[in-house]
Structures are given as C-alpha cells and as structure tokens.
C-alpha cells in the first residue's frame, strides 16, 4: 500500500516544509502531489499532515511513516548501488585441497578484461574443507570434485579429470609396471592432504576393496607434497591438472590407479541463492571455456 514514491515525497514535504517546495524538489507538480496524498490518506483512513500550515505539521501517522522512510530509503539506495557498482566487487574462491591454480591463469586474464574492476581473492586458509565456510557465505565459489550439499549448494561442472599415483623418477615402480594395483604400493609411505581419509578416492576406491592399508603421512601444501615426492620421500595420489606440468620437467612420474583408473569431475560450487549474480556467471562461464584443454 505504501509505496518508496510515498515515502520519498514526505521527505520532501518534511525538508522544504510545503507541498508547493517539496513539488520542485521531486520535478512535479504541486497538484500532482496533492492528488498523490489524497489518495493515499484515504486508502489508509488517516491523514499524514495538515494542509494549512507552515510549515507543514505532520500527524502522529506521518512521523511515524517519516521514521520508516529514514530507515527504509537509505537501505533501498544502498541496495542500488550495490547491484549498479562494479568497482568494488571482490569474488572470494577457494580450490579444494589444491594450492596448484596455474590452469586458472587464462581464465583470470579473459576474466578481467570483461569485469577490469573486479578483484579475485584466493581464501587460502579454507581449502581442505571450503563447502561450510561457502554455506555461511564466507566464500563465493569453490572448486572441489566433492558433491556433499546438493540443498542448499549448486554444482556447476567444469571439467572432468583423472586421478594419478605420483612417484619420483628415481622410485622402482615408476618405470616398473605400467598399472599400479593395491598390493604394489601396501608398503610405502602414502603423502595425503589433512583430511579423513574417508574423503580419499585413492582410500574409498583403490585401497580400502583390497584391505591394503599403507603408512600415511599429512602434507598440508601441494607445491611441499610434490617436492617431497620428487625426493622419492614417498608417493601420492593427485589429479593430473596438478601435476602435470612437473612430469614435463621431469621432476616425478604418473601412473594409472589400478587398470581402469579413477576419473572424476571438478565442479564450481555457489550457494544457489548467487548462482544467478551476473559477475559469478561469467567467472563460471570462462572457467568452463578455458580449461577445455586441461589434460
């Protein structure tokens, strides 16, 4: 019933102090306004000021719709604001267990030559259990292979990808077996993020059918987990997008999980309230165009 143009036009009336000054203010007409009011006043079964003073004396009824109008209008601009303003726009994202983004790098640069304004900051410190931290909207988009909140998140998928047992070039199975089955590694030191191991497809999948059960270690950096590997410290399980680079250096060696392998889909999630904010679309949309060649 009560309308913002109300609202807006008792401000007027109440910082000029007349029909006639507020009508200049707001670009009407004074009868306009009038005409305005006295529909609105019968509508609701009250007045909201009397006509013959000056300046304008409110009612009772009119102070208190002023009162909402100081709070309601300024909450109302700022709401505008924020939908119209790109300059202030932050995405904050997080990669699943991962600190590896350089498949990220060509998205990030066709990214900002649309939203030149928008600043893309990586949360870090949330990446071996981003999805609570994006429910509480602490994030904005997560990457993760992990579908656990199909209510209130949406997963959007980007690419698909193969897990890999990763070894140093200088380990025995690296040039050993093509196929790494269970029994092959049940006596090596396994190098796993911070994370249950129930989380692990290299646990859920590989090794726990087969009763096999490796000594594992945490590592809680993937640049460190990879090092580590290289020096022959132990092995790892890692999708191959991470890795991929360092088998081209030379620095460690892939191999398939057991005969089939082990694929899985990385996905963007966003709680399905934002899944419709433009800004969040088209970061979405360049990640799906640009990591077509990933593996």
């Known amino acids: 019933m009560i309308k913002i143009k109300n609202l807006k036009t008792l401000q007027a009336i109440k910082k000029s102090g007349s029909i006639s000054e507020a009508a200049k203010i707001l670009n009407q007409t004074q009868s306009a306004i009038s005409h305005q009011f006295n529909i609105l006043e019968k509508k609701l ?4 000021f009397q006509r013959k003073t000056s300046p304008i004396k409110f009612t009772y009824q009119g102070k208190i719709l002023l009162n909402l109008a100081e709070i309601v209008l300024p ?20 990669i699943e267990c991962h600190s590896c983004i350089q498949w990220l ?20 410190n949330m990446t071996f259990n981003p999805q609570p931290e994006l429910k509480k909207a602490k994030l904005d988009i997560i990457f993760t292979s992990e579908i656990l909140n199909k209510n209130e998140l ?7 990808f193969e897990v890999k047992l ?27 993020y911070p994370i249950p191991k129930n989380r692990l497809d290299i646990w859920r999948i590989f090794l726990k059918p087969s009763n096999i059960s490796p000594i594992f270690k945490t590592v809680d950096n993937t640049l460190l987990l990879i090092q580590m590997v290289s020096a022959n410290m132990g092995i790892t399980a890692l999708p191959y997008w991470t890795v991929k680079n360092f088998e081209k250096q030379g620095l460690i060696v892939t191999k ?28 979405i949309k360049f990640t799906k165009i640009y990591t077509d060649n990933i593996n």
Request: charged share 30%; hydrophobic share 40%.
């Open 75 to 94: 909450k109302i601009n700022k709401a505008l604001q924020e939908c119209m303003n790109k300059e202030k726009k932050t995405i904050r994202i997080s």
């Open 45 to 48: 079964g009250f007045n909201l």
């Open 166 to 192: 990763i070894f140093s070039p200088i380990h025995y199975l690296a040039k050993a077996k093509k196929d790494i089955l269970p029994n092959d590694i049940a006596l090596e030191t396994f190098m796993i």
């Open 105 to 124: 790098v060509k998205v990030l640069k066709k990214f900002k030559i649309q939203w030149p304004k928008i600043t893309i900051d990586f949360k870090s």
């Open 154 to 160: 949406k997963y959007i998928p980007i690419f698909d």
């Open 256 to 283: 398939k999980i057991g005969k089939n392998g082990i694929r899985k889909t990385l996905y963007a999630a966003v709680l399905k309230n934002q899944k419709l904010n433009p800004i969040i679309q088209d970061f």
